[in-house]
């Protein structure tokens, strides 16, 4: 468990009539970029904006910073950055202006100063001094992004930050985000369903499916928990090689492509077996590495032992 928390959730329950937004969610979380993750209608939305203080839960509760977020929203709001899902901004006022004005209301003091940097942080030097309404969707969202990190505040809470960026804008973003977290110590709560981005930068995840939590923990400890080990290979006659494969092990293997991929308990065991099938000569090994877990398969592992609980 972790001491330091951000963000505590306790019993968190979320009910709209008959939809369970969310049911009992709870999970602590610290320092560093944590990752909201699940697919889409998991209760994640829900959940930031419970945590914000915006919706009032069913039941249970969420601090920020160990603050109710019922109570003491103010409070919280001081030391929050939000770029909510799908931003709106005045079409009318420029990009500038409409930092200028956030700048001034988090009373930061060197407003032009501030701007510039933060601008060049999220590629918006091109484009701060046009019309809002002249934005492209990708604009829209670097300037929510902005308006979230202006300030430097102790925690920013982005939800789904790389919607409408292409993909070399979405690589920027989060390289972005990552670089605030090492040279600026600064911590993040980033709500996503797209996980191959978010394991690239995360160091805590917390993995929501249909309004309930099904795992938590640092990213490492998750790996080592809710993920089995994958070992690749490539013989002469793969279809042949898995039947005598699975007469000697439990381990399931299957064909993607021109390898076999097996996933596996115990690795030195399973390497022994393999040994002993190519030194019968009636395999040929061309290529054998293992393969790294991804955060898709801590959450297909996640929601596999949570059906069979």
Request: proline fraction near 3%.
């Amino acid at each position: 468990m972790v001491t330091l928390s951000l963000i505590s959730v306790d019993g968190l329950t979320k009910h709209y009539g008959r939809v369970k937004a969310l049911e009992k969610a709870s999970f602590t979380v610290g320092t560093g970029v944590t990752g909201l993750i699940g697919p889409n209608g998991a209760g994640k939305s829900t959940l930031i904006k419970i945590a914000l203080g915006l919706v009032r839960p069913t039941y249970g509760e969420a601090r920020v910073f160990g603050l109710d977020s019922r109570k003491e929203r103010s409070k919280i709001m001081e030391r929050v950055g939000v770029l909510h899902e799908k931003p709106r901004f005045p079409y009318w006022v420029t990009g500038r202006e409409y930092l200028e004005y956030s700048a001034k209301l988090k009373r930061i003091s060197d407003v032009t100063g501030e701007i510039k940097g933060i601008s060049e942080i999220c590629g918006l030097t091109d484009f701060v001094d046009r019309k809002i309404g002249a934005f492209s969707a990708g604009m829209v969202q670097r300037l929510g992004l902005a308006d979230a990190l202006i300030g430097k505040p102790e925690l920013v809470i982005l939800d789904e930050p790389t919607a409408n960026l292409d993909p070399l804008g979405r690589h920027d973003v989060l390289d972005k985000i990552k670089r605030l977290r090492d040279e600026d110590g600064m911590n993040f709560l980033i709500s996503t369903h797209i996980l191959s981005e978010l394991e690239k930068v995360c160091d805590n995840v917390v993995i929501l499916n249909e309004g309930t939590v099904l795992t938590y923990g640092s990213f490492d400890d998750l790996l080592s928990k809710h993920s089995r080990r994958k070992i690749m290979m490539k013989v002469d006659d793969p279809n042949k090689f898995i039947e005598c494969l699975n007469r000697r092990t439990r381990e399931k293997a299957v064909v993607e492509g021109d390898s076999i991929v097996v996933e596996v308990d115990n690795a030195t065991h399973f390497i022994k077996e393999l040994n002993a099938l190519f030194r019968s000569k009636a395999f040929t090994l061309k290529e054998l590495r293992s393969c790294s877990a991804t955060l898709e398969d801590i959450f297909i592992e996640a929601l596999r032992r949570k059906q069979f609980d």
